[in-house]
């Protein structure tokens, strides 16, 4: 039973380029969430999405950023035009019931690098 | 305005020694608060939840107390080992089912 999975793992990008995060949650779980790790940092919330719908992106930049989460296939971030500032550990987490009231099962991180 | 304080200075501590760690918070009223386990350049593992009406609870040598009147979890680990050292995070479910993590507080075993 694979846990959960991002790639890539690791993700340079030149200011101004477009940086895509993908997730795919552990089997059974449909429920996905993404949060940003500055260094030296606490995780903070970013997106909670459920199959084919954003449930609370109230942590999410407005602009800039955005998440989906298709019938079919893994979970996207999307960074368009990074700054500098993105540059961060992104974690995506899954669980297999609503909320946060079970443990939530944290993938590996992508670590987006802005040069 | 809501908050979750860790200890941000990293807690140096003897083999086999009990650490305790504090993760205070104010302006929440959570249903239940729980302690993850990060270790450099991977995401954080679920250790133990514990609900408001639950004083402790226990897990191997972990231990968490949770005081709703002091606002207050303390995280205990009996008789630690090197092994345990790493970055622990406590969290409370916010309004809207997500979770806020505490900044986290770095554990550090000698042996």
């Known amino acids: 039973n694979a846990g959960v999975m991002q790639n890539p793992r690791h993700l340079v990008r030149r200011r101004g380029q477009e940086a895509r995060l993908r997730c795919s949650p552990m089997?059974?779980?449909?429920?996905v969430y993404w949060y940003r790790q500055l260094p030296e940092e606490g995780l903070k919330f970013m997106v909670y999405l459920q199959k084919e719908n954003i449930i609370d992106e109230s942590g999410m930049p407005k602009e800039r950023f955005s998440a989906e989460f298709p019938k079919e296939g893994p979970s996207i971030l999307r960074i368009q035009q990074v700054v500098r500032g993105d540059s961060a550990a992104y974690f995506c987490a899954s669980s297999p019931e609503r909320g946060g009231q079970n443990e939530q099962f944290f993938g590996p991180g992508t670590r987006l690098t802005v040069l | 305005s809501q908050k979750i304080e860790q200890n941000s200075e990293a807690l140096n501590i003897q083999e086999g020694k009990t650490a305790t760690l504090t993760c205070n918070y104010t302006n929440y009223s959570p249903a239940y608060l729980q302690w993850y386990r990060q270790d450099p350049g991977r995401g954080p593992v679920f250790l133990l939840l514990?609900?408001?009406?639950?004083k402790e609870k226990r897990k191997e040598r972990l231990k968490v107390t949770f005081d709703t009147t002091l606002k207050q979890s303390l995280f205990h680990i009996t008789a630690s080992q090197p092994a345990d050292s790493a970055t622990y995070l406590c969290?409370?479910?916010?309004?809207?089912?997500?979770?806020?993590f505490g900044g986290g507080t770095r554990v550090l075993v000698k042996p």
């Open positions: 089997k059974g779980h449909s429920h």
């Open positions: 514990i609900r408001e009406n639950e």
């Open positions: 969290a409370l479910k916010a309004a809207g089912n997500k979770l806020t």
